[in-house]
């Protein structure tokens, strides 16, 4: 079974329903934990974040009435999304995930070398995404309350996430909008947050060439999908008993997930940086070692055969190379 190739089907599915889906007249809605930006005109489904931080920027008193259970509605929807779908919302449906994925492509056929990360660099940065969370949740909080002894803060900083993220810019780009690509001066909040913008949908395409998947190494939407990791229904699982730590997982994992090959002992692979894309399972050699599972229920194994029917009729060295460049 090729998974990737199955994989990229609903990728481009995913990526086609929700950037075009309106014109169709498809509405999934605007509750989704992915990137599907809800600034892209006819989209049939959007990202929750935007909806999320105007709700948050209302004075506390509020949340005890009708704004309090909307919030608390919006919240269960993307939270039995998450549970259900776990990081596959990252690895299978993120529109804005596929176009990285695109890109890496576009750099393998044009035979670009792929950077990696030292191991330490990696350790330090990747609280970043955690701290982009908690500021999209502090500062609406701080536009409708004063915190901290500090005054109430602009209603420039409306949704400052969306504000800066580079899916703003970009995603409407691929509907022929182009009305996203400005810095806004009527305000300070506003120039710094559009300026982000830009500069991050510069990031986007020069390190697209450099690393695969870099920016989802800082996205906050995976951080919030962490936080279901562990009770998620689905779930990559490790018998470190069957694993010879050849390498073949964390140099295949387009996020540069050591503990995947490393780990000996926690079954429940599901790490921070995962976007449960199952490359891993694909290039495991070993019977059983790795398993993809939903509701603890066998979906995908590694197995020594479907290994080396994958890899036959390769070369040695394009089954090296295609380990390396995740294609």
Same mark, same amino acid.
């Given at each position: 079974?090729?998974?990737?190739? !199955?994989?990229? !089907?609903?990728?481009?599915?995913?990526?086609?329903?929700?950037?075009?889906?309106?014109?169709?007249?498809?509405?999934?809605?605007?509750?989704?934990?992915?990137?599907?930006?809800?600034?892209?005109?006819?989209?049939?489904?959007?990202?929750?974040?935007?909806?999320?931080?105007?709700?948050?920027?209302?004075?506390?008193?509020?949340?005890?009435?009708?704004?309090?259970?909307?919030?608390?509605?919006?919240?269960?929807?993307?939270?039995?999304?998450?549970?259900?779908?776990?990081?596959?919302?990252?690895?299978?449906?993120?529109?804005?995930?596929?176009?990285?994925?695109?890109?890496?492509?576009?750099?393998?056929?044009?035979?670009?070398?792929?950077?990696?990360?030292?191991?330490?660099?990696?350790?330090?940065?990747?609280?970043?995404?955690?701290?982009?969370?908690?500021?999209?949740?502090?500062?609406?909080?701080?536009?409708?309350?004063?915190?901290?002894?500090?005054?109430?803060?602009?209603?420039?900083?409306?949704?400052?996430?969306?504000?800066?993220?580079?899916?703003?810019?970009?995603?409407?780009?691929?509907?022929?909008?182009?009305?996203?690509?400005?810095?806004?001066?009527?305000?300070?909040?506003?120039?710094?947050?559009?300026?982000?913008? !830009?500069?991050?949908?510069?990031?986007?395409?020069?390190?697209?060439?450099?690393?695969?998947?870099?920016?989802?190494?800082?996205?906050?939407?995976?951080?919030?999908?962490?936080?279901?990791?562990?009770?998620?229904?689905?779930?990559?699982?490790?018998?470190?008993?069957?694993?010879?730590?050849?390498?073949?997982?964390?140099?295949?994992?387009?996020?540069?997930?050591?503990?995947?090959?490393?780990?000996?002992?926690?079954?429940?692979?599901?790490?921070?940086?995962?976007?449960?894309?199952?490359?891993?399972?694909?290039?495991?050699?070993?019977?059983?070692?790795?398993? !993809?599972?939903?509701?603890?229920?066998?979906?995908?194994?590694?197995?020594?055969?479907?290994?080396?029917?994958?890899?036959?009729?390769?070369?040695?060295?394009?089954?090296?190379?295609?380990?390396?460049?995740?294609?």
């Amino acid at each position: 079974m090729n998974v990737q190739r !199955i994989r990229l !089907i609903v990728q481009f599915i995913s990526f086609v329903v929700l950037t075009y889906g309106g014109l169709f007249y498809i509405d999934m809605g605007n509750r989704m934990p992915t990137f599907s930006c809800a600034f892209v005109d006819d989209n049939g489904g959007s990202c929750f974040l935007v909806g999320f931080q105007h709700m948050l920027a209302r004075p506390f008193s509020e949340f005890w009435g009708d704004a309090g259970i909307r919030l608390l509605k919006v919240l269960g929807v993307v939270s039995l999304w998450a549970i259900v779908l776990n990081k596959a919302w990252c690895g299978w449906i993120c529109p804005f995930g596929f176009v990285q994925d695109l890109l890496t492509k576009l750099r393998n056929l044009i035979s670009i070398d792929m950077s990696r990360f030292a191991w330490m660099t990696r350790t330090r940065y990747k609280s970043v995404k955690y701290i982009l969370l908690a500021l999209l949740i502090l500062i609406p909080l701080g536009i409708g309350n004063a915190m901290l002894g500090m005054p109430k803060l602009s209603r420039d900083w409306s949704a400052p996430f969306c504000q800066m993220c580079p899916a703003r810019v970009l995603m409407p780009i691929l509907n022929g909008d182009f009305s996203e690509i400005y810095i806004d001066f009527s305000s300070g909040p506003g120039m710094f947050l559009t300026t982000a913008a !830009i500069v991050l949908s510069g990031l986007f395409f020069t390190t697209a060439f450099v690393k695969r998947r870099f920016l989802c190494s800082y996205c906050p939407m995976l951080a919030l999908l962490s936080l279901f990791d562990k009770i998620g229904f689905t779930t990559l699982r490790k018998d470190g008993q069957r694993c010879t730590r050849c390498g073949n997982c964390s140099r295949a994992c387009p996020m540069e997930i050591r503990e995947i090959e490393e780990e000996k002992t926690m079954s429940n692979l599901v790490t921070q940086d995962c976007i449960l894309c199952m490359r891993c399972v694909d290039v495991c050699p070993e019977d059983e070692a790795l398993q !993809i599972r939903f509701l603890n229920m066998p979906v995908y194994t590694a197995t020594e055969k479907g290994f080396l029917q994958r890899q036959s009729g390769s070369s040695k060295e394009q089954v090296e190379s295609e380990i390396t460049k995740h294609d």
